[in-house]
């Protein structure tokens, strides 16, 4: 049995979001790519629904009903930016449902690395509030459960979204439990996650946002993973390392400015690969942003083949940005001084 799991279902595609960037297109973009390279041996497996106890640990039962009942009547607008249709509310049971199970076969021992590629997203989504194209946010979600669930004690979320991932950012704001790191094109929507938003209580230093300016590429995002991203999680041994993959920081993506291709994106994956090897812990991705379908499929097949092959992480010099980031940051990781 290969210990790989791609996890799907069919309703990713029935969420209907009309002419919208975040479009069921995305999906048969990926699964197209990866079926030219018969899955990379991946064994695929239906997402099931999200249990309403895992659900309703991070988002409140009366916006899960809310969600449900909007659905139920025809869908619409839940901002400027994202939109319900009558099977969106199923279809985000199952992208939740589908990183809860993903986390169960990863700190099971069943699997050591999972991809999740539904929709609709979720890092943008707040415990009440549906944005940026997110209804309920699935890697919050699977986070909680396995603390919750799996006595994980520590969960890494990497964020690689161009666009911050807001909701997540607040959910473990004040929490060590989760150790919350975001690479980003700032300013860009939805203007939040500067390098000084760092947690507070218990959480403060346990939100690490790492922010670029438009225009970033290939030696900075690297930069920042060898010498930032790594170092704390090294530090912070977490058990499960989660990685909500935007693909959008791609050059093609038409939603931002930086200026990443596949081999930047089957970089950072070596980086984590890596890591999680040297710490024992299993690697889980869910599908965030990226909207150039032919950039976000040839994507996650550098992804996904990355991840499961065993070249090493390619080393840079430290850029201004990352020198930045490491000398704010070494106030909370004594791993970063000097």
């Not at 589908?98 to 690395?113: F, I, K, P, T, W």
């Not at 991203?229 to 993959?245: D, E, G, N």
Request: some cysteine.
């Amino acid at each position: 049995m290969t210990r790989a799991l791609y996890l799907h279902h069919p309703l990713s595609l029935e969420h209907d979001t009309g002419e919208h960037p975040e479009q069921p297109a995305r999906i048969r973009a990926i699964e197209e790519a990866l079926e030219q390279r018969a899955w990379l041996g991946f064994e695929r497996e239906l997402a099931p629904e999200v249990p309403l106890d895992a659900l309703h640990a991070v988002h409140p039962a009366d916006y899960v009903d809310a969600i449900r009942r909007i659905c139920e009547e025809g869908g619409g607008m839940l901002d400027l930016d994202t939109v319900a249709s009558p099977r969106s509310y199923q279809a985000a049971l199952h992208s939740a449902g589908g990183n809860v199970r993903a986390v169960d076969a990863l700190l099971s021992g069943e699997r050591q690395l999972t991809f999740c590629g539904l929709r609709p997203p979720g890092h943008h989504a707040e415990p009440s509030r549906a944005m940026g194209f997110c209804l309920f946010n699935n890697v919050a979600v699977a986070a909680r459960h396995a603390l919750d669930a799996r006595a994980a004690e520590r969960v890494l979320v990497l964020d690689w979204d161009v666009h911050h991932g807001n909701g997540t950012n607040d959910i473990f704001y004040a929490s060590d439990e989760v150790l919350y790191v975001s690479i980003h094109q700032w300013p860009l929507y939805p203007g939040t996650g500067s390098l000084e938003d760092n947690g507070e209580g218990l959480g403060l230093g346990y939100t690490v946002n790492l922010p670029v300016p438009p225009g970033s590429g290939h030696r900075t995002w690297l930069s920042l993973m060898q010498h930032v991203v790594v170092p704390i999680a090294r530090a912070y041994r977490p058990k499960l390392l989660l990685v909500s993959a935007g693909f959008d920081a791609h050059r093609d993506d038409p939603l931002a400015n930086c200026e990443l291709s596949e081999a930047s994106f089957a970089a950072m994956t070596a980086g984590i690969r890596e890591l999680g090897r040297e710490i024992d812990a299993p690697v889980g991705f869910t599908l965030e942003g990226g909207y150039d379908l032919g950039a976000l499929g040839a994507s996650v097949v550098a992804v996904l083949e990355a991840a499961t092959n065993g070249i090493a992480p390619e080393q840079v010099d430290e850029d201004p940005v990352s020198a930045r980031a490491r000398a704010h940051y070494s106030a909370w990781w004594e791993t970063l001084a000097g």
